[in-house]
């Protein structure tokens, strides 16, 4: 993308597509798959976006480890424990987990990309800024 367009490519996702404006929430799926997790996020960006400073609103939506209800799961077909553990945002599971967690925010004529790092039991490692 650039300060004029987005694009969306995956390697599941067919043909790379323009993203017209909009709040969207990518997870380790299409984007804006319709998992519980993708719309709490969703919700919780759309209502930072109305704050002065939405960056601080977002690092607890990034860092939510609650769990969906069984019954609103996906079924990827990864089983159900391994379902409940990744219905977090922020997931912490043996072996696997959120290692990082970014946030980019653009503006007219200046940019913030803001990633925090977190090490294999979830506790943050370090944190890095950039901006242009």
């Known amino acids: 993308g650039n300060a004029r367009t987005l694009w969306y490519v995956g390697s599941r996702a067919g043909a ?23 719309r709490r996020l969703r919700e919780r960006l759309q209502a930072a976006l109305a704050q002065v400073e939405p960056e601080a609103s977002l690092w607890p939506a990034l860092a939510d480890r609650n769990r969906s209800a069984d019954a609103a799961l996906p079924d ?17 599971a043996p072996g696997y987990g959120t290692r990082c967690s970014s946030v980019l925010a653009l503006a007219p004529r200046r940019g913030r990309f803001s ?13 890095r800024v950039h901006e242009w």
């Open 16 to 38: 790379p597509r323009e993203l017209q404006a909009g709040v969207y929430t990518l997870s380790n799926h299409l984007l804006d798959s319709d998992w519980p997790k993708a």
């Open 115 to 127: 990633e925090r790092s977190f090490d294999a039991d979830g506790c943050p490692s370090g944190t």
């Open 76 to 92: 990827t077909g990864v089983g159900l424990a391994w379902e409940r553990a990744l219905s977090a945002a922020f997931i912490v």
